[in-house]
């Protein structure tokens, strides 16, 4: 079973994140870092900025991989997920962009960019910690309900809803959103030494309890994460609304050894 840790906030959350995540850098200067995008991780990275500035950390060194890009939008839109990266993380942390990679959407090269891109990730050591957030329907990177539960970095097409709920990053126009995208695979999300996933709000509360106490099931990508041997779900009061268990993890994590953080 996950770990599942109910917190107060997003800030107490991002907090928890940003304190292993510095702790890794400390111990590894070379870390790898798996991002995501969206709304959901913005307090995490927040966070772990403070952490770098106040403890002085050296992330110069410090690698990253992003979780997806969509596919035939220029990298210097403001919207590709590599300008989004280089916004929310890169600049704030100071890293080297040099060293922080995401998919490559180009349409010439797209038929084998997610072989190169698993490539890549396995070349850098694999990732030590990767972020998450999670749809209402319980997807991950854009791992849609029904995607392989094995899958390695590929072409989605994005369903319609997603591209709907995306039109308001793109002047409220669904048509200006791409059509599909390239997202690590659950099979590639999986091989990270540890999972993080952060969920905050109501909305959040159906998929949150599909995912910890469903059933394993491709129809809900991230209950994969119960396969994991090292996954822990950070959510606040509101999505943790509907889990049966969660008397159970409040005092699970109330009474866990300091020394084994998250």
Request: charged letters at 20%; aromatic letters at 6%; hydrophobic letters at 40%.
């Amino acid at each position: 079973m996950a770990e599942v840790i109910i917190v107060k906030n997003q800030d107490e959350a991002g907090a928890l994140y940003a304190k292993s995540v510095a702790d890794l850098i400390e111990r590894k200067p070379f870390a790898v870092l798996g991002l995501a995008t969206g709304s959901t991780p913005l307090v995490a990275y927040e966070h772990l900025a403070l952490e770098v500035r106040d403890r002085g950390l050296d992330v110069s060194h410090v690698r990253g991989f992003a979780l997806d890009e969509y596919a035939g939008l220029p990298v210097e839109h403001p919207e590709s997920y590599r300008s989004v990266i280089t916004r929310t993380v890169v600049e704030p942390l100071g890293l080297d962009p040099k060293h922080v990679h995401v998919p490559n959407g180009a349409l010439e090269t797209i038929a084998t960019a997610g072989a190169d891109y698993d490539r890549a990730i396995e070349e850098a050591g694999g990732i030590d910690v990767q972020i998450l957030g999670v749809g209402t329907d319980g997807h991950i990177g854009f791992n849609e309900p029904g995607s392989s539960l094995a899958s390695g970095t590929r072409i989605k097409t994005l369903t319609q809803q997603t591209r709907v709920d995306n039109a308001r990053f793109f002047d409220g126009d669904m048509n200006q959103v791409p059509t599909h995208c390239i997202t690590q695979g659950i099979g590639t999300i999986m091989k990270a030494r540890h999972l993080v996933l952060l969920a905050f709000g109501e909305n959040k509360a159906d998929a949150v309890a599909a995912s910890v106490e469903g059933g394993v099931s491709a129809m809900c990508p991230a209950s994969a994460l119960q396969l994991h041997p090292h996954a822990t779900f950070i959510v606040d009061e509101a999505a943790a609304s509907k889990l049966k268990l969660a008397d159970y993890y409040r005092w699970v994590y109330a009474n866990k050894p300091a020394w084994q953080g998250i």
